[in-house]
């Protein structure tokens, strides 16, 4: 195929994911949606009662493709398939979103500090009437941190906007003791899934 043919939307404001599809090859434009009141309710990320954290990120990241297809139709754009993501954190069935504060980051670290926690990233792929949805689900072990060097990372800014309070590309790699399964989940689009996903919609990567 060419360039032009294996171009789709990325419905993330996340440079991680941006990066990560040029990893791979795939050509795309970022697809803004708008936040008016109206509209929230498309994309609400509250967690629902009982949901659980691969449910919770399997729903958004529908939900984040099927409206992002929508404002593809509203606004007469080229027909390209769309691609949402999510990712969270998650200690048992505890899920962990992105810190509202330096505070609640610390707070957030102290949870996963010694203990093994999973990271969720679903994605999903939407085109006229398709959605097609994946999973990655990452086993990391954090060694036991201490509250100064805790502290410390929070005030970095790093871990602001980041599901789980951390970035594994970033410092919090020094933090990570054992890790089972996507690296590329961790920072938020798992490849081997998403090269998967891409192919069995006709997308042929190089």
Known sequence: MSRIDRRIYLVSRSPRRRELLKQIGVHFEVLMLRTTPEERADVDEQVL???????YVMRLARTK??????????????????????????????????PADAEHACAILE????QEHCVYTAIALAFEQRVEAALSCTRVRFRKLDAAEIRR??????????????????KAA???????????????????ETAQLLNSFGYVLP
């Open 49 to 55: 009662a009982d949901e659980a954290p691969a449910d």
């Open 65 to 98: 493709a099927e409206f992002g297809w929508r404002r593809v139709v509203d606004r007469h754009l080229p027909a390209l398939a769309v691609l949402g993501a999510d990712t969270t954190v998650a200690l048992g069935d505890e899920i962990f979103g992105k």
């Open 111 to 114: 949870r996963l500090s010694g």
């Open 153 to 170: 990372y929070a005030a970095t800014g790093e871990p602001m906007d980041k599901a789980g309070a951390y970035a594994i590309q970033g």
């Open 174 to 192: 020094c933090f990570v003791s054992e890790l089972s399964g996507s690296y590329s989940g961790v920072m938020g689009l798992p490849l081997f």
